[in-house]
């Protein structure tokens, strides 16, 4: 069993390992040994002055020493140095740098842009944390299966068949060379898009179908979601069961003023949120409609932050550090101050 805190490093500093780089300071069980960069820009020079070590592959360091930027070592160093490590490479390279961590016996953590065989498990904290527990290699599932996941598993009853439509961001803010520009893209020209099957890769036994649209924005994914429930259950059990989840926040639009992502985002920068992060699914609470046994509801995802919370947890199930799954997610939700957007705005449903 390792140490607290555990020695880990980031395997490609984005969108993604950017932010799993601040949450896993913020738990103070894990010390961040080192972040890697493959190309020279402004976010090695930000990584460093956050206290990053910054790690190149070799082959590049005179490239970097040519910005006036020494290195701290090779990746190699890094895997070395690290006790667990966190692989945000662009999506399909991570199968790849998999061989490199095979080769030094280090444990990884993996994201969904990569394909499921490259973990044992594939993997959202309320699903199947327990399947993670002590896996050498583990797959924290993309953001719109997140996103449809944790309400899946949050309801207390096993749904009999979904639905989710989903209508997807077309790139994240610094993404400007991404489309469309004007026209809404069929993600999949068939029925069922991959969010589908990659649900299933985590839980298998529930029939699901999805369709995707992309559409010009930058500003999170709207799911619009239909669940066939079996069994009896009222709108207040579900709603309960939801917010023990302690991932969902429930926002009714007409009362607060928020019926557009854009406004969600506001929402994140007034409440204090560093780069607007939105970690919980935003349900918006009037959408919530029980027809007999078919749940419908509409959520917002932020995609670049919502794994972030599952990423932490998946640590402390690789390193058999908990065994309990709600215990892991109030310590990260305590570290990444997921509840508190939710204490500025109470008393409305
Ligand atoms: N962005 C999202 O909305 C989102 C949401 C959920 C899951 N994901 C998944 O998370 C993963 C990372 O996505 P991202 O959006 O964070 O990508 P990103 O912003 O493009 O970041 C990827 C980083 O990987 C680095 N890199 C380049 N070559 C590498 C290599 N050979 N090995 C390791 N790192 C390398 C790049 O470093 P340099 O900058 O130094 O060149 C880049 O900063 C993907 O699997 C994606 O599908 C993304």
Redesign the pocket.
């Known amino acids: 069993m390792v140490g607290i805190p555990v020695r880990v490093c980031i395997?490609?500093?984005?969108?993604?390992?950017k932010r799993i780089a601040d949450a896993l300071v913020k738990t103070g069980d894990f010390k961040v040994v080192g972040v890697?960069?493959?190309?020279?820009?402004y976010?090695?020079l930000i990584a460093r002055k956050k206290g990053f070590r910054v790690f190149v592959p070799r082959d590049r360091i005179d490239e970097f020493r040519k910005h006036g930027f020494e290195p701290d070592g090779t990746?190699e160093d890094m895997i070395d140095e690290a006790e667990l490590i966190y692989?945000?490479?662009?999506?399909?390279?991570?199968v790849?740098?998999k061989e490199f961590y095979v080769k030094h016996g280090k444990p990884a953590i993996?994201?969904?842009?990569?394909p499921p065989m490259v973990g044992e498990v594939s993997y959202n904290t309320l699903c199947n944390y327990n399947a993670a527990l002590g896996k050498k290699y583990v797959r924290v599932v993309?953001?719109n299966t997140?996103g449809i996941l944790r309400i899946l598993c949050s309801l207390g009853v096993k749904p009999r068949s979904v639905f989710a439509t989903i209508v997807r961001r077309a790139s994240?803010p610094?993404?400007d060379t991404r489309g469309p520009v004007a026209s809404i893209l069929l993600d999949s020209q068939r029925i069922p898009s991959h969010h589908a099957s990659d649900v299933n890769t985590v839980v298998g036994d529930i029939p699901i179908t999805t369709a995707s649209v992309v559409v010009p924005t930058t500003l999170m994914h709207v799911q619009v979601l239909r669940i066939d429930l079996s069994g009896e259950k009222t709108m207040d059990d579900l709603l309960s069961s939801m917010e023990k989840s302690g991932r969902i926040l429930f926002l009714n639009p007409e009362s607060m003023g928020l019926d557009t992502t854009g406004k969600l985002v506001e929402l994140a920068r007034d409440a204090g949120r560093y780069r607007y992060d939105l970690y919980e699914n935003i349900v918006f609470s009037s959408t919530l409609k029980l027809d007999r046994d078919v749940l419908m509801l509409i959520q917002a995802i932020h995609?670049?932050s919502?794994?972030i919370p599952e990423n932490i947890d998946a640590a402390y199930a690789v390193l058999n550090l908990e065994i309990d799954p709600f215990k892991v997610v109030e310590k990260t939700n305590r570290a990444l101050g997921i509840g508190l957007v939710k204490d500025l705005i109470t008393g409305v449903k």
């Open positions: 395997n490609g500093y984005g969108t993604i390992g890697s960069k493959y190309s020279f820009d976010s090695a990746i692989d945000a490479s662009p999506g399909k390279q991570g790849k740098n993996f994201q969904g842009g990569e993309s953001c997140t994240d610094r993404e995609q670049e919502i794994v």
